[in-house]
């Protein structure tokens, strides 16, 4: 009994200390250039809405200056804004996706999208399909796109949960404008 009330306990402080670091790091305003609101957990990102890449400065979200590189991937989207993975167009081909340079080697990244759903209510598995998309690094970057498809039994239920994260906002824009629905 001991151990399991020790378990509950230290599970509930592993909540408490997530709760406080997600809000520590999130930031609330409204797009600079469409008005929408806007929730981030970095200090930048991309509006939702209309694309426009921010910063939180000052207490307000203002536009992102062209060239911007995060040092991870910030700029996300989910599947559902996006034509189906088969249908993506290479965005700068032959340069790195991250500073736009030569690039000196491709890297597939496998894009797993839900197309279905089978079996019962209780128990759905999900139909889903997978398409490698090729992207550029120069020599001296590597991530600067990663796709997260969520862990677990029942995995994502549709796209809307699935995301795809790119380190260049002007790579971002340029991908959301030719792949986009």
């Not at 592993?14 to 929730?39: E, F, M, Q």
């Not at 996006?82 to 993506?88: D, F, G």
């Not at 797993?112 to 999900?126: C, D, F, I, Y």
Request: glycine share 8%.
């Amino acid at each position: 009994m001991g151990i399991l009330i020790a378990i509950g306990v230290g599970f509930l402080l592993l909540v408490i200390i997530l709760v406080v670091v997600v809000s520590k790091n999130a930031v609330s305003g409204t797009c600079p250039n469409c008005k929408a609101p806007l929730n981030l957990f970095k200090p930048y990102g991309a509006c939702q809405n209309c694309n426009q890449g921010v910063r939180f400065e000052n207490g307000e979200f203002v536009p992102l200056e062209p060239g911007f590189v995060s040092e991870y991937p910030a700029f996300n989207t989910n599947l559902s804004k996006l034509k189906h993975p088969s249908q993506w167009s290479v965005i700068w081909p032959g340069r790195c996706c991250v500073c736009g340079r030569p690039a000196v080697r491709q890297d597939n990244i496998k894009i797993k999208s839900v197309e279905g759903q089978a079996g019962s209510a209780l128990a759905p598995t999900n139909i889903t399909e997978t398409t490698k998309f090729e992207v550029g690094y120069c020599a001296a970057h590597k991530d600067g796109m990663r796709y997260l498809y969520p862990p677990g039994v029942a995995n994502a239920k549709s796209n809307k949960q699935c995301l795809l994260a790119v380190r260049s906002f002007d790579y971002y824009r340029e991908f959301m404008k030719n792949n986009g629905k």
